[in-house]
C-alpha cells in the first residue's frame, strides 16, 4: 500500500533518478557543479576507454571526460545527438564512414544513430567535454 502524499513539507523535493548509471543528477535548486569532484564514471563500459564526471539535466547529459592515450572508442552509436569538444590531445574520428582529424580547440557533432568511433593519435591523452540530448542516456550500442 503507498502512503499517502505529504503536504505542508518544507523539503526540497528528490531529484528523479539519473538515466545513465554513475551520472550526477541535477536536483531542484542545484546550478553549480564541480566536476573535478562529481563522481567519476566510464563514458562507455563496453566499448570505450573514456571515463570522467557526468551531469544529467532534464533534457540535457553534460560529461567531462578523458580518454588515455593509445585508446580510444570502438564503432557504437545511440539514439541522441552528441557534441564533443576538444580540451587537450587530438585524435581520429569516424562519423558515419567519414573520417576527421580533430585537435584541441576542434568541435565534433554526431547526428542520432550514426555510427561513430575515436583513436586518440596525440602522445597524451585527449580530454573532452561532451554533451547530448537527454532523450537517451549517456551510453551506446555498440555497432
Known sequence: MSEPASTGSTSAPSAAASR???AKR???GEHLFELATVNHML???????ANGSC????RMIVALMRMPVGTGAEPHSHPNE????LL??????????K???AK???????PADAVHAIKVTSDHDVVFFTVKDASHNLFGIKA
Open 104 to 110: 584541441a580547440g576542434s568541435l565534433l557533432y554526431i
Open 88 to 97: 587537450e590531445g587530438a585524435c581520429r574520428a569516424t562519423i558515419a564512414g
Open 20 to 22: 545513465t548509471p554513475g
Open 43 to 49: 563514458g562507455g563500459p563496453d566499448y570505450s576507454s
Open 26 to 28: 541535477a536536483g531542484p
Open 99 to 101: 573520417q576527421l582529424e
Open 55 to 58: 551531469v544529467e539535466g532534464d
Open 82 to 85: 552528441q557534441w564533443i569538444y
